[in-house]
């Protein structure tokens, strides 16, 4: 890893969650696993660079079960961050996937293996987050490691607009 500079991240991104959810809790990530966390050993809170990003996360996790139908029926709301993290790896470029050895597909891969021994050494070197191209196929999600925040690190809730699935759409709502 030291190979690869951390590099930082200031902006906004987005999650969307059911409303009775704190977006900042990783319980969730923590106790089921997720692509780019290992259950049961670290959380992460999982968010995307755009909206429509965040819209096709929604759709994958139906699509692969991680969503029940019954969740999806569920109101949720779709919340923007601002975010400000100076320890992030980057596997958006190509020429460092290539010093990696995986692809792009690797890390889209329905089988999150991959993903999560790389996530391991990323979040016991220390670093706040990592930016990942989204397994849906849209854009580029970044997953934080709230464990590794130092205190100069920002995640702030900006906005928050519910939207709700209504028989295979998505209506947002002010």
């Known amino acids: 890893m030291r190979r690869f500079p951390s590099k930082e991240f200031a902006g906004k991104v987005y999650r969307q969650i059911t409303g009775?959810?704190?977006?900042?809790n990783t319980s969730?990530?923590?106790?089921?696993?997720?692509r780019w966390n290992v259950k049961g050993k670290f959380?992460?809170?999982?968010t995307t660079l755009t909206k429509e990003g965040c819209r096709a996360e929604f759709e994958r996790g139906l699509a692969i079960g991680r969503i029940s139908p019954e969740g999806a029926r569920k109101t949720r709301d779709?919340?923007?961050i601002e975010v400000n993290l100076s320890r992030v790896f980057d596997f958006t470029r190509k020429e460092d996937l290539e010093r990696m050895?995986?692809?792009?597909?690797?890390?889209?891969?329905?089988?999150?293996?991959?993903?999560q021994l790389l996530a391991m050494i990323i979040y016991k070197a220390g670093f706040e987050g990592v930016l990942v191209p989204s397994a849906a196929g849209t854009g580029t999600n970044l997953v934080i490691y709230p464990d590794n925040l130092d205190e100069k690190s920002k995640l702030k809730e900006i906005t928050r607009k519910e939207f709700t699935w209504e028989g295979g759409r998505k209506s947002e709502r002010d």
Do not use: Q
């Not at 009775?20 to 900042?24: D, L, Q, S, T």
């Not at 050895?101 to 993903?115: E, F, H, W």
């Open 43 to 46: 959380g992460a809170i999982y």
């Open 101 to 115: 050895g995986v692809t792009r597909k690797d890390l889209a891969s329905d089988d999150p293996t991959i993903c």
């Open 28 to 34: 969730g990530s923590f106790e089921k696993g997720g």
């Open 78 to 80: 779709m919340v923007e």
């Open 20 to 24: 009775e959810h704190n977006i900042f």
